[in-house]
């Protein structure tokens, strides 16, 4: 059984930066392609950052583009989203997830989720 789990959310003021982790158990992640959503209140879960199994594919939503990057350690188990220039509008319970699919792109259905981590951005 994969389990993820997120860590590293939180509070922060607009401008600052998170680092968020994800780490994979029962299998290892260089089996799946690794991607990061998130949900607002009130609105649909949204694609925010993909990587592929290997790791030289990145995707990213239009209104992360510059900010966040998206990286994996294979050696670690770990997947991570670093959030750089934080926007209230960021604000989000982020999940992570999994795919047994060789990339994880903007319309990827993932076949594992992580249980999320709030993070909070204030102005």
């Known amino acids: 059984q994969v389990q993820l789990v997120e860590s590293g959310g939180g509070l922060v003021q607009a401008g600052g930066s998170l680092r968020l982790s994800c780490s994979v158990s029962?299998?290892?992640?260089?089996?799946?392609?690794m991607g990061w959503f998130r949900q607002a209140p009130g609105k649909e879960r949204e694609f925010v950052a993909g990587?592929?199994?290997?790791?030289?594919?990145?995707y990213y939503t239009d209104s992360v583009k510059g900010r966040f990057i998206i990286s994996r350690d294979n050696a670690k188990n770990t997947a991570y989203l670093q959030m750089n220039s934080l926007k209230p509008e960021d604000t989000a319970v982020y999940y992570c997830?999994?795919?047994?699919?060789?990339?994880?792109?903007?319309?990827?259905?993932?076949?594992?989720w992580g249980q999320g981590t709030q993070v909070t951005v204030s102005s």
């Open positions: 990587i592929t199994r290997s790791g030289g594919g990145l």
């Open positions: 029962g299998r290892t992640l260089s089996s799946y392609a």
């Open positions: 997830a999994a795919t047994w699919n060789a990339i994880f792109a903007t319309t990827t259905r993932p076949d594992y």
